[in-house]
T-cell receptor, first 114, second 114 residues
Framework: ETGVTQSPTHLIKTRGQQVTLRCSSQ?????VSWYQQALGQGPQFIFQ???????GRGNFPPRFSGLQFPNYSSELNVNALELDDSALYLC?????????????FGQGTRLTVV | GENVGLHLPTLSVQEGDNSIINCAYS??????FIWYKQESGKGPQFIID?????DKRQGQRVTVLLNKTVKHLSLQIAATQPGDSAVYFC?????????????FGKGTKLSVKP
């Protein structure tokens, strides 16, 4: 176990709805990254939060947004859900810096948009 | 854009044999590489990493080789066991790890036959 927990584990939403996914980082880790993993693909970087601010973003539209709280936990919000948003959403926590950026992943939230 | 890719999408080996999983990367700015193992229904699990100032690193039953000349990364698993069956991803950090975002390849599925 990595100590990174995500909730919920599974979720079904209707197209056009909004969803919030949650992540608790590993103890001591103040950096949280979110990834989207489509079926049969590698994870794709959505964005990263460090000290409650966005610190890098991948090629995702603005309807993907996030938050990080003082306890370093994080939320991923997706508005106006589309069918292609169906994927496994992974949260990873890490320590900042250039020496060691080993990221510890949670088990993911499986989102299905119908 | 530049990304990480894999040569073989599937690999089947006999229990006890050695496994070699390959990965090509194209981003010359990348200086940190990681191999992850992902079992069904779980998030990626860190296996081993290597920095660009090294060409080989060994762990327990695993070895990562980095050839910067041809931008090639490989993961060698010695005495492969059924528990090694999973999808393996290589990932790179293109910014020296300062942002922590990882670029993943598509993955290789390793199947171990008893």
């Amino acid at each position: 176990e990595t100590g990174v927990t995500q909730s919920p584990t599974h979720l079904i939403k209707t197209r056009g709805q909004q969803v919030t996914l949650r992540c608790s980082s590993q103890s001591g880790h103040n950096t949280v990254s979110w990834y989207q993993q489509a079926l049969g693909q590698g994870p794709q970087f959505i964005f990263q939060y460090y000290r409650e601010e966005e610190n890098g973003r991948g090629n995702f539209p603005p309807r993907f947004s996030g938050l990080q709280f003082p306890n370093y936990s994080s939320e991923l919000n997706v508005n106006a859900l589309e069918l292609d948003d169906s994927a496994l959403y992974l949260c990873a926590s890490s320590l900042p810096g250039t020496v060691n950026t080993e990221a510890f992943f949670g088990q993911g939230t499986r989102l299905t948009v119908v | 854009g530049e990304n990480v890719g894999l040569h073989l999408p599937t690999l089947s080996v006999q229990e006890g044999d050695n496994s070699i999983i390959n990965c090509a990367y194209s981003n010359s700015a990348s200086d940190y590489f990681i191999w992850y193992k992902q079992e069904s229904g779980k998030g990626p699990q860190f296996i081993i990493d290597i920095r660009s100032n090294m060409d080989k690193r060994q762990g327990q039953r695993v070895t990562v080789l980095l050839n910067k000349t041809v931008k090639h990364l490989s993961l060698q698993i010695a005495a492969t066991q059924p528990g090694d069956s999973a999808v393996y991803f290589c990932a790179e950090t293109p910014y020296g790890g300062s942002q922590g975002n990882l670029i993943f390849g598509k993955g290789t599925k390793l199947s171990v036959k008893p």
